[in-house]
């Protein structure tokens, strides 16, 4: 059976980074429907919008780095 990575933090269906939802429905414009947050709020606690963008700034370097890299492999 495939399993569905999610990216939630906070959906009840959450099992170790998956959907372990028996069935769930998508809409392309919304996202999962299925989607049912947890009423304890320890995920929510955790939440630190400012540590999120400094990891995603410092993914984006790292793209940015490789990309340097295919460009000067192009060169040769």
Do not use: Q
Not at 7 to 36: K, Q, R
Request: aromatic residues 10%; glycine residues 2%; proline residues 4%.
């Amino acid at each position: 059976m495939p399993r569905i990575r999610c990216h939630y933090i906070d959906c009840v269906f959450l099992d170790d980074s998956y959907c372990s939802a028996a069935a769930i429905e998508l809409d392309p414009d919304t996202g999962c429907i299925t989607y049912s947050p947890s009423t304890n709020g320890a995920a929510n606690e955790d939440w630190d919008d400012e540590d999120e963008l400094e990891e995603w700034d410092e993914l984006e370097d790292e793209e940015d780095e490789e990309d340097l890299w295919d460009e000067e492999e192009d060169k040769y």
